[in-house]
């Protein structure tokens, strides 16, 4: 089943314009189907395609590198390390920022626990 790009936008939750700028960049596998009359038609496999680059600029992923990720998938097999370097080099740094977030995290907790110590000891009751 093929989808409008309004409905490729709703389901993925991106916009419009992002779908077209992905396609223009160089980013999707392969170009959108259209219609006869030119209309965008999405499959299934471009929507899981969509997924898996929303996950990686949600990430950080620089857009050059989704494109050269997406330019080694479009030539097919033979490059598979290239591609497992660029993914687990991705990884690393987004372990790097998830590392540096819980750090922030402690420190609100850290904070936060100040706060609920001293309203206790006041005899104030703290919600959750």
């Not at 392969?30 to 496999?45: I, K, L, Q, S």
């Not at 540096?100 to 110590?117: P, S, T």
Request: charged share 30%; aromatic share 4%; net charge neutral.
């Amino acid at each position: 089943m093929a989808l409008t790009i309004a409905q490729a936008a709703e389901r993925s939750g991106l916009t419009k314009d992002t779908l077209r700028y992905y396609e223009r960049d160089g980013l999707m596998l392969a170009a959108v189907d259209r219609t006869a009359t030119g209309h965008r038609r999405y499959t299934e496999r471009d929507l899981t395609w969509i997924e898996l680059i929303t996950r990686l600029r949600a990430t950080g992923m620089p857009i050059r590198d989704v494109r050269r990720y997406a330019e080694l998938v479009r030539h097919g097999d033979g490059n598979e390390q290239e591609r497992l370097d660029l993914l687990r080099s991705h990884r690393q740094q987004v372990l790097a920022q998830l590392a540096e977030v819980q750090e922030h995290l402690g420190a609100i907790d850290r904070k936060i626990g100040i706060y609920v110590d001293k309203l206790e000891s006041q005899g104030i009751a703290v919600s959750a």
